[in-house]
């Protein structure tokens, strides 16, 4: 039956039986698409379309969510209006060879619904950066070891944060050198100037502890699976 | 006819229900959903003459035409499926990260000869 099982396995394209240890929940996002795949008939559906994600328009018939691996990070002397720093790490390794990369979407989540009353306009500054080999080798300059891939502006608190980091993830996969990335939440726009005391800056940053988890989703598509790939055998 | 009996439409080729549920093979642990799914299985013969309900290929009514020529050397064309659609499984794999994958062929809607 283990034979036989394999077998069956790797028809479906995994190599052994998973045995998750301590699964998360699964993201609302692919029990959405899932839901609605069941809905729709399979007949009237394109074949073209058999391997295509409608969703977010890409080719792919494989969709994951990794979890985070990385740790926050709590410097000695951090930035003065720094909240948040923390690494971010996405193991892609699990992707096979025959699969190409074709959508990789990093969401920060945050956990909080409502507002402090003080703080309703609040503005916090995100900066995204790319690792490189010299973070890890623990140059005592985080700024040498690393690339500015996004800085922008926000307030709202209670949403995800989207990011699209395809080309860096291809770049992952192709160089073999995932490094990860660094995030950095800090205090922003004219606010800086009104938390100047630690005491300050430490209520203004209370908005950000309330971070809660980043995944990245990725979009592969494995050929060898697609009715397009068979028609042509 | 007098060689070939008649064959009651019960036993013509056409899909049969099965469903498939993944506790039973012992996946459950890892497949999120769905929890099983009808799949379906082809079963029936493929007698002579071949209608068009049959879905019967141009090589099947050749076979037909040889098997009722030769019996013994020749079977009878089989009843496999000619028409699947995909499903998607929602899935851990071994890193706990979640996975939806789009797999083809994985119902059978229609059989054929």
């Not at chain 1, 209006?81 to 920060?108: G, H, I, W």
């Not at chain 1, 623990?138 to 699209?164: C, Y």
Request: with cysteine; proline share 8%; aromatic share 8%.
């Amino acid at each position: 039956l283990s034979l036989q099982e394999s077998l069956l396995l790797k028809s479906l394209g995994l190599s052994a039986k998973p045995s998750p240890k301590s699964p998360i929940p699964v993201p609302s996002v692919l029990w959405r698409i899932f839901q609605k795949r069941k809905m729709l008939p399979a007949p009237n559906k394109d074949p073209a379309d058999a391997c295509r994600v409608e969703e977010f328009n890409v080719p792919g018939n494989i969709i994951r969510v990794f979890a985070d691996q990385g740790h926050f990070i709590h410097s000695t002397q951090p930035p003065r209006l720094l909240c948040l720093q923390k690494r971010l790490y996405f193991n892609l390794s699990v992707l096979e060879e025959d699969e190409s990369l074709t959508m990789a979407q990093l969401e920060v989540k945050f956990s909080h619904n409502s507002y402090h009353a003080s703080s309703q306009r609040q503005v916090f500054e995100l900066r995204l950066y790319r690792s490189s080999q010299m973070v890890l080798r623990g140059v005592p300059s985080p700024e040498r070891g690393r690339k500015l891939l996004v800085g922008q502006s926000f307030a709202q608190l209670h949403q995800s944060l989207l990011f699209n980091l395809t080309g860096v993830a291809k770049e992952w996969r192709t160089h073999g050198r995932n490094l990860g990335l660094i995030l950095e939440i800090s205090v922003g726009g004219g606010d800086a100037a009104s938390a100047p005391t630690s005491e300050g800056l430490r209520n203004v940053c209370a908005n950000v502890d309330a971070f809660l988890a980043a995944s990245l989703l990725v979009v592969t598509l494995n050929p060898q699976q697609c009715g397009a790939a068979r028609s042509r055998r | 006819s007098a060689q070939h009996p008649p064959v009651t439409p019960s036993n013509l080729c056409k899909p049969r229900r099965l469903y498939i549920s993944f506790s039973d093979v012992g996946w459950e642990n890892w497949i999120i959903a769905p929890q099983g799914y009808m799949a379906n299985y082809c079963l029936g013969e493929c007698p002579f003459p071949l209608t068009a309900e049959l879905n019967s290929t141009n090589h099947a009514i050749l076979q037909t035409m040889v098997h009722s020529l030769d019996p013994e050397g020749t079977p009878q064309p089989c009843c496999v499926p000619v028409r699947l659609s995909p499903i998607s499984i929602l899935y851990y794999d071994n890193n706990d990260n979640v996975v939806l994958r789009h797999y083809e062929d994985m119902v059978v809607d229609e059989c054929g000869c």
